[in-house]
């Protein structure tokens, strides 16, 4: 059996609710895409950020090597090819690649004093 070589998932996902928290205490808050490239070739992905009072801003390519999961912090501008999103401000994602992929959204929020996770899969759109 296996995956096929092309891959599983979808080339374009859509990650509506994101934010970026400031601060924490212990592990700093953050949020990342997990990615995952079941397909026999490197996939290249673009990950778009929109706002509801500024264009859309847009990182170089990054690549998710063949057979391999890889977890993108998006408070990382260089694990996101360059794109800088800023803390405490609403944006949503479209994250488009080259190959299929399956993209799964995660927040950790420790601003409270204890440890806050959700975590989701994208919306699959092509």
Do not use: K
């Not at 601060?23 to 290249?44: K, Y």
């Not at 995660?106 to 975590?119: C, E, P, Q």
Request: proline residues 10%; contains cysteine; aromatic residues 6%.
């Amino acid at each position: 059996m296996g995956a096929p070589s092309d891959g599983e998932g979808a080339n374009v996902w859509i990650i509506p609710d994101g934010y970026l928290p400031r601060g924490g205490q212990g592990i700093e808050s953050h949020e990342a895409i997990c990615v995952l490239n079941t397909g026999a070739a490197p996939a290249r992905l673009v990950v778009t950020a929109y706002y509801a009072d500024r264009p859309p801003e847009s990182g170089g390519p990054v690549t998710v090597p063949a057979q391999r999961d890889v977890h993108l912090r998006l408070d990382v501008p260089d694990d996101i090819g360059g794109l800088a999103i800023p803390q405490e401000v609403p944006y949503g994602l479209r994250v488009e690649s080259d190959r299929p992929l399956v993209v799964q959204h995660s927040r950790m929020d420790t601003r409270l004093g204890g440890m806050a996770l959700f975590t989701t899969l994208g919306y699959r759109v092509s």
